[in-house]
């Protein structure tokens, strides 16, 4: 029973992410849309029939979805709930009550197709569309049938009219499951970007430490062209090739472990509690200014780490060296036309804060600064030309 709740609660949170935006629109254009119909129908263009409390109770039911985004959590099913009534209330079943009352003209037929359409738009599910225009329309004819002193008589004229209706029905479920099937299409296409742009971005660091210890290697090794067979390598170099080579080979593993980080974010899987391990941030920070590959030792010295507390926290240790190389590149990059700027990392108090006295950023940008792979000014960056080179 459990497991049921869950399964109904996480599809019922799913739609309620995809719908936000249509729900807020769809609702306002129902608020405004019955009364201002009221008035035309009745005043400008007259028709045999309308009604005002009906519409009024249409417009009022859309208004919850307006305002979706000041719903508290604790309350989203109630909203779903609401939106989903709202359809069938404020579409097939008022669009055909009046449909019936006004004799199924030709506006009014004309009204329900629009509307089986409009439903198709708001639901991606083909089924879901078919089960709320059925019910909505049933709940027309019944309460037509509920309220009428006379009996309820369809023309043939009627009859054909609405048995066009499934056709219609039919196409807007073709429509909507197309719609869907492009819409998949569209995000796998945006998640695919995102992997490549996420995966270049981050595996710049860990090949740039592995050929920084590499370079370091044939620099202490003999020339091949040049040196003598029987030259014998001190000890002292063994241990430095060592010490490179183990310098590589922890590239290695947290390049690795960011592309297990960015496969596991793009398929939406949780982070697994067991990988992380309490670390003091003391430690952990120093590793990633020993890890980074300055340029040169007037770069490092331009970097200062300032302690006023150590604590120990719980972290995915290549997930923090990584925050903490990026703020450094991106810091870094603009240092070279600002000889006085600097990095400060402060640690205190159960908080790390990484600063700089750089330019700093434009309000053209700051708005951009928590999109994905959004570059100003980089040539190398991974941003929207990033991506275009990647659609390509």
Known sequence: MNLLRTKIHTAFSNDLERSRTTMQWGGLLGTIAHPIYYFIW???LPQPYDNLLLRLSAAVFCIPPVFQKYWPKRFELGLILSWHFCLIYALPFVCTF?????????MWMMTEVMMIFIMA???????LLMIYVSAGISAAFLAVIATSENPLILSNADKSNLALLPVVLLCSMVFSNTMQKGRILAEKTKALISLAGTIAHEMRNPLEQMKYAMNNIAQV??????CDLDQTITAG?????FSH?????TSCDRGLQVIDMTLREVSNQTLDPAKLSYYSALSLTETALEEYEFESP???DRVKLQVKSDFIFKVDETAYIYIIFNLLKNALYYFSSYPDARITITI??????VTDSGPGISKRVLANIFKNFATDGKPNGTGPEFFKLVVA
């Open 98 to 106: 009046l449909a019936i009352k006004n004799s199924f003209s030709t």
């Open 237 to 241: 170099t063994i241990n430095q090739i």
């Open 348 to 353: 205190e108090r159960q908080k790390i804060t």
């Open 42 to 44: 009745t005043y400008l």
């Open 298 to 300: 007037i770069e490092r």
């Open 121 to 127: 738009l708001c639901i991606n599910v083909p089924l």
């Open 221 to 226: 090794l003999p020339i091949p062209s040049t």
């Open 245 to 249: 080579i183990e310098h590589g080979l």
